[in-house]
């Protein structure tokens, strides 16, 4: 009786499929499928330039001992030493590293820091106000960015004190506040591939399904994969992305996900945020500079940004981290997101590297600035079993429908078989949505959830 031979699959090997593994107990046997050729999911560190980076999760969000993340870099020795200094554990952030930064303008000038801060402190204000709106029931504008634009609209007259020029300098950088922002939630601004591994085809539930053998009893799961393998399970634990659940969860499961847990699916928000990498021989930056960012002298907030993704995709661009330690290369890391991030995937790297060479030259105003010597980008749209970087709560979602993904199934808990699908990953965590700790921590969650059912006396075999 009890767990005796409770088998458990665990679908996709990132940080909650590991993390589910790792804390599962009083199972009997536990199977690890993964599409892709390597684990880690959508933390993916590639050899470049003469030392490593990171194409996925870059930042550890919360150094604090509460953070398993955090725990787990410390105990392998992994963060410097700055790390675990007091003062920095209790930096607020709010998502934007303090990083010592300069500010490159279109018109390939360095821009006053003055300008800058005082656009992100007016930013920051009217973001931090968008708070108070969470879960009222007529909050004053559709979304985030409805609401930023029509504020800054009313402050334009005293925007730069009223002189013309520094009031376009001043709605310049508030735009790129906005794109800062939507790198960071993985959003969109407008409206709304893995080979080598064992990829799932189909999950078949709520079945009877028997093999030949000396246990010769019925599972109610039959996991399908696309090379023919089929494996029964008393229970799944389903870690994949968000992203790919939208466009296959009709098929993935078999019957379909009930209406509610569909809908949670449609309604939550999955953007894309990629990274460009660039090395050069020799840096053009100061060796104190940590992040370089941009600023389109043109742009304003309050105008829709061009449908030209072809000429103007490179805007996007939020600007760049100067990677550490120099000694591995001088490379530096570009961000960007949304829809101009998914045309990026579609270009070629020697495509991405010219338009690149060309925004460096012009924000430097340096025309003979060398080109980078090597490119490496991620892309994580195009990747079929991610189809995007991180979930986020979009408009006309809301935290109830990160529960309702969270939800096990069947809906019934009086059901005989209870505990068929349970649901992992990032996009499962009501709190910690979109990080590597709130994947961890809703991994293990599942896994509590099965060692309480293995522990409870199950129904007493039949002789």
Known sequence: GGGGGRRVAVVGAGLAGLGAAQRLRGHGSLRLLEAAARVGGRVCTRPFASGLVEMGAHWIHGPSPGNPVFCLATRYGL????????????AEAGGHPPLPSVTYGSSGRVLSPQVVSEARDLFNTLLASTRAFCGSKEPPAPSVGQYLRTEIARRVPSLGRGEEDAQRLQLAALAACLKLECCISGTHTRGSGGEGGRAVRTI???????EEGDEARDFPIRVECEDGDTFLADHVIVTVPLGFLKERHQDFFQPPLPKRKAEAIRHLGFGTNNKIFLEFEQPFWEPQQQLLEVVW?????LEEPSANLEANWFKKLIGFVVLQPPEHGHV????????ESEYMETLSDAEVLSTMTRVLRTLTGNPRLPAPRSVLRSRWHSASYTRGSYSYVAVGSSGDDIDVLAQPLPEDPKDPRPLQLLFAG?????????????????????AERLNQLFKAPGPTPQL
Do not use: K, M, V
């Open 297 to 301: 002298e043109d742009e304003s907030p």
């Open 426 to 446: 990032e996009a499962t965590h009501r709190t910690f949505y979109s990080t590597t700790h709130g994947a961890l921590l809703s991994g293990w969650r599942e």
């Open 332 to 339: 530096l890391c570009g961000f960007i997101a949304g829809e």
């Open 79 to 90: 963060l410097g030493p700055e790390a675990a200094r007091e003062e920095n554990q209790q």
């Open 204 to 210: 078949w539930w709520q079945g009877s399904f028997r």
